[in-house]
């Protein structure tokens, strides 16, 4: 996934979901403008429905269980495998 550390930190310190939006859209090379009205919609749409079921897994776990960090883990290593695939197929 690359270093993300400065979007992560930003977003902990403001907690606002558009500006991570903008950030996932300027990492992607994308504008608003340079996309189709539909595809900038369904872009945000997935993006806030991925944040969505995340923070509903997150809310539902064990605090403090181990079972809890082998699931946030494995998301971790599905989404680095994702991406990395992303970049590897252009």
Request: aromatic share 10%; proline share 1%.
């Amino acid at each position: 996934m690359g270093d993300q550390s400065t979007t992560v930190d930003a977003f902990l310190k403001s907690g606002d979901l558009k500006e991570a939006f903008n950030n996932y859209l300027e990492k992607m090379g994308l504008a608003k403008g340079q996309l189709d009205s539909i595809q900038y919609r369904e872009l945000k749409r997935a993006f806030y429905g991925g944040v969505s079921s995340l923070l509903l897994i997150t809310l539902n776990l064990p605090e403090g269980d181990e079972e809890s960090f082998k699931v946030i883990d494995s998301i971790e290593t599905q989404c680095q495998i994702f991406w990395e695939s992303e970049v590897s197929n252009g």
